[in-house]
């Protein structure tokens, strides 16, 4: 499924009026849910692989399986890596007049918002997935983001 795709069952799913959408084709799951005055989330992720007698090891360059799971230990420091859950354009703030949604140095809690990411006009909110203090940002405000690339280094409380 291609981004123009997406786009249009975006556009029918909006005229009308379905709630919440789920797809799932060669090997990619997609899922929409709009809330009521809140933005709509879209999530693109691999479909889970069906489990077979011989486990094979997933590839190194596969995504996490988790579709809404944007943080993943970073293994050799300690930190908790906050990582872009879909291709959209990074907004450190809800509109250019605010304030950032964190700062380099700020505590944050689980369900904290960090950022936004903007997909195909939608404004996707992206979340703290661990409680912690964020000791980096990787993007500026208005940068083009890919799929799985680093957004946050969080060091989690302990």
């Known amino acids: 499924m291609n981004l123009e795709e997406i786009a249009r069952l975006l556009d029918l799913l909006d005229e009308k009026q379905v709630a919440e959408f789920e797809i799932e084709e060669a ?3 997609l899922s929409i849910r709009k809330a009521g005055a809140q933005p709509a989330h879209v999530v693109l992720a691999p479909a889970p692989a069906a489990p077979s007698a011989a486990a094979a090891p997933a590839p190194p360059s596969a995504p996490d399986s988790a579709p809404a799971a944007p943080a993943a230990e970073s293994a050799d420091s300690g930190l908790s890596v906050v990582k872009s859950p879909i291709v959209g354009t990074f907004y450190r703030s809800p509109d250019p007049t605010s304030a950032p949604f964190v700062n380099v140095g700020d505590k944050i809690r689980v369900g904290q918002v960090l950022c936004i990411i903007e997909a195909m006009k939608l ?3 992206i979340e703290a997935e661990v409680a912690g203090e964020v000791v980096k940002i990787y993007k500026d405000s208005g940068q083009p983001v890919q799929y799985g690339e680093p957004l946050f280094s ?3 409380e302990r």
Do not use: L
Request: glycine share 12%.
């Open 154 to 156: 969080v060091r989690p």
């Open 27 to 29: 090997g990619m799951k």
């Open 123 to 125: 404004m996707n909110e």
